[in-house]
């Protein structure tokens, strides 16, 4: 599943014994914590593996400043 605004900015992939959530902009997200995951030049995301994960992952900011992004910078598809 993508989630779009002004383009996609989030993506839902399910696992066996995790679920993956990713930004397009991952890079560009502010994550002092250091949860995100991947190594490519633009995405990034994280495995949720139940719901006790899910509770500690900052998913919120990182949603809100990827559709910032996105309305700042346009469709991350597009160059």
């Known amino acids: ?3 779009e605004l002004g383009g996609p ?3 839902v992939k399910p696992a066996r014994a995790h679920l ?4 397009w902009r991952g890079t560009q997200l502010d994550d002092p914590s250091g949860v995100l995951e991947g190594s ?4 990034r995301h994280v495995k949720i593996g139940g719901i006790d994960h899910l509770a500690s992952l900052p998913l919120q900011s990182f ?3 990827a559709v910032a992004l996105n309305a ?3 469709n991350p598809t597009r160059r």
Request: hydrophobic letters at 60%; proline letters at 0%.
């Open 63 to 65: 949603v809100l400043q």
């Open 9 to 11: 900015f989030a993506f």
């Open 1 to 3: 599943m993508v989630f």
């Open 20 to 23: 993956t959530f990713g930004f």
């Open 40 to 43: 490519g030049t633009m995405m």
């Open 72 to 74: 700042t910078h346009g």
